[in-house]
């Protein structure tokens, strides 16, 4: 039981970081889309507009020309297959966590072929998480829950660094 009690908290830890993670890049992508709505949303009133045609040229390339420099950068650092990827990942690890506390509300003590079963459910996450985790964050969570939870192994060398600076630095 106690087993599965940490794998809960795994869950929950990886869950956590995959929310954390779809919310930062989620938040960097609407700042780098918000100039190319506002660029081609002005390009839309100065088309329309009576300026001289030379004038027109020159606006519409530079204005294109960000709007396309921002794009092929949002692209180069595919923010939207982050986003997307720990979405998803973060709705399976909710959706395995509420499958084991099921379990848990259900029997007193699981049997090591569910557990067994769990777990490669669980190794699958990691499996299907393209991208790591950003670094502060990965910091984050662990200060916040390293003392309270079980932290998945992706987290264990950082919590043995952030504990030995600890150490260091009251010394």
Do not use: W
């Amino acid at each position: 039981m106690e087993t599965a009690k940490q794998l809960l908290d795994k869950i929950y830890i990886t869950a956590l970081l995959c929310e954390l993670s779809y919310n930062y890049y989620n938040r960097i992508n609407n700042f780098v889309m918000l100039p190319t709505i506002l660029g081609s949303s002005i390009l839309t009133v100065l088309n329309s507009s009576d300026i001289d045609i030379n004038k027109m040229k020159v606006i519409n390339i530079t204005i294109n020309g960000l709007n396309t420099l921002i794009l092929a950068i949002s692209t180069n650092y595919k923010l939207a297959d982050r986003i997307n990827n720990y979405k998803t990942n973060r709705i399976k690890a909710v959706k395995l966590q509420h499958i084991i506390e099921s379990c848990i509300m259900k029997n007193d003590n699981i049997s090591p072929t569910i557990l067994e079963g769990f777990i490669n459910e669980y190794d699958k996450l990691y499996e299907d998480l393209f991208y790591g985790f950003p670094h502060h964050i990965k910091k984050e969570v662990v200060q916040k829950y390293q003392n309270t939870k079980s932290l998945p192994n992706s987290l264990s060398f950082l919590a043995a660094t952030t504990t030995s600076d600890i150490v260091i630095s009251n010394v």
